[in-house]
């Protein structure tokens, strides 16, 4: 197993200068126009996905992507992410993945590298429901599917990804928030992780993964040939925080390391688990959330003392 400390990794508290200072003050009064931004998922024949914000307005939902649909068509895709401006007060930006349509309606313009970033986050928590072979065999077979009572059990999933990924900058540059930690707590904590007692150890372990109550990762390990990506890992802490009231097992797509297949993620209090299952092999990664706020606290102690919280 190898520890990951790479480029994908951003420490919350990493920028101390003045001009980090700024930007985290920027962030915070532009937070409310961020979060402000309405993000939609249709289809090609106007069928409505996904819409954020949803107040239950269903008449008023499918009315926005009918609106949505027909200024697509008026326009056309003629970049991969098209843009339009209404009086300087609405920026309407698409993407288009196929077969699917992903709009962001907001009032504040933002670069076209932050919103491409976005919706291709929005598009891949779509995907890790249905995958993208499923998804294309869907349509090909019925163009006009509706596809909302597919997503409306795991609503409050995608809603959680929209949300961290418009209030967190480290998620909106594409990287993965960790939490500052001295190196030889990080050690301990990394290899008690990965001393699995035997019976807890899948055969074919992809990644043990450990987070704090802020979403801040605490430790990654994984296998050399299995580097985790940034957006996976997002999509990972998400809906096991979701699920943390429900028992049994969740079924998650990894979009960008097998965007094809499914895997199984649950939270426990003591070991979560997931399983990851593709047609033609069966690999394992373990899943390790938990709620260390209050242990992380011990730097002065004993590392055994916060240790003991992991409960391996």
Known sequence: MASSQGP??????????SNGAK??????????ERQSSTYMVFSSAGKLLYLSHDDGAQDWALTQASVMHAMLSLFGMQDQLQRICMN????VSFLHRKPLYLACVAKKKEPDDIVSLRLERVYATIISLISHARLLRLFDRAPNLDLQALIGPMREYVDAVVLNMQSSLALAFGTVPIRPLDASVRDQITRTCAELAPEKRPKQLLYILLWDSDDALISLSHLRRYVPHP???????????????QDGWAPLCLPVFAPNSFAASSRRESLPIAKHCSNTSCAHFVVLHMQLKHALTCRGHDSRLCLGHLSL
């Open 23 to 32: 930007n985290c003050d920027v962030a915070h009064e532009n937070e409310q």
């Open 8 to 17: 994908i990794f951003a420490d919350k508290n990493a920028d101390t200068s």
């Open 231 to 245: 957006t996976d890992l997002a999509l990972i802490n998400a809906v096991v925080r979701v699920g943390k009231d």
């Open 88 to 91: 300087n007060s609405v920026n």
